[in-house]
């Protein structure tokens, strides 16, 4: 099983100011096929980033993704007080798991 | 636009089975390009992928680990849904159960607390 280790646990930014979340695993993830997902309190996760890269459908363009083999990133460039919420990552190249989150939270 | 919406019990009784339906607009179950996934989420385990079910030319199942002995997801082609049966339940298996489609969960359904309990 490959483990996701997301640090850091939280995050406390003000607005306008750029997140940069990191999901480290404990084997290569086949294919980089990585997803981020943003939860809010009592809400389902929400797809933001597929395949280490790609942006999900209507997901706005402050939101990126890079990396590849073991380490790989979720940056929020400029944010607002909407992004707000726990981020996860996933990895679905073997039988899929989850990191633990990371919160970030705007002052 | 693919929507899921998730029924079932929000109580099970210890060691009795656990099952719960995802019903899908939008797409087809048996689509040659999608998966349907179980997920749940628990404060001490965090999220957890059970398993899913796919169809490419005939049926296959991948479960974790973790539940492979307990774990059945079934589709249904004549009401385009799909369903989790857990068997042998315990008060750890208490979570907020969720359905999914894909590799790259989009989207999800709303969620089911189930709680394990006398």
């Known amino acids: 099983e490959i483990v996701l280790t997301q640090s850091p646990g939280t995050l406390s930014l003000s607005p306008g100011e750029r997140a940069t979340l990191s999901c480290r695993a404990s084997q290569s993830v086949s294919g980089s096929h990585l997803a981020w997902y943003q939860q809010n309190p009592g809400q389902a996760p929400r797809l933001l980033i597929y395949d280490a890269s790609s942006r999900a459908t209507g997901i706005p363009d402050r939101f990126s993704g890079s990396g590849s083999g073991t380490d790989f990133t979720l940056t929020i460039s400029r944010l607002e007080p909407e992004d707000s919420a726990v981020y996860y990552c996933e990895q679905y190249g073997g039988s899929p798991t989850f990191g633990q989150g990371t919160k970030v939270e705007i002052k | 636009q693919v929507q899921l919406q998730q029924s079932g019990p929000g109580l099970v009784k210890p060691s009795q089975t656990l099952s719960l339906t995802c019903a899908i607009s939008g797409d087809s179950v048996s689509s040659n390009s999608a998966a349907w996934n179980w997920i749940r989420q628990s404060p001490s385990r965090g999220l957890e992928w059970l398993g899913r079910t796919y169809y490419r030319s005939k049926w296959y199942n991948d479960y974790a680990v973790s539940v492979k002995s307990r774990i059945t997801i079934n589709p249904d082609t004549a009401k385009n849904q799909f369903s989790l049966q857990l068997n042998s339940v315990t008060p750890e298996d208490t979570a907020v159960y969720y359905c999914?489609?894909?590799?790259?969960?989009?989207?999800w359904g709303q969620g089911t607390l189930v709680t394990v309990s006398s």
């Open positions: 999914a489609r894909g590799w790259g969960l989009n989207p």
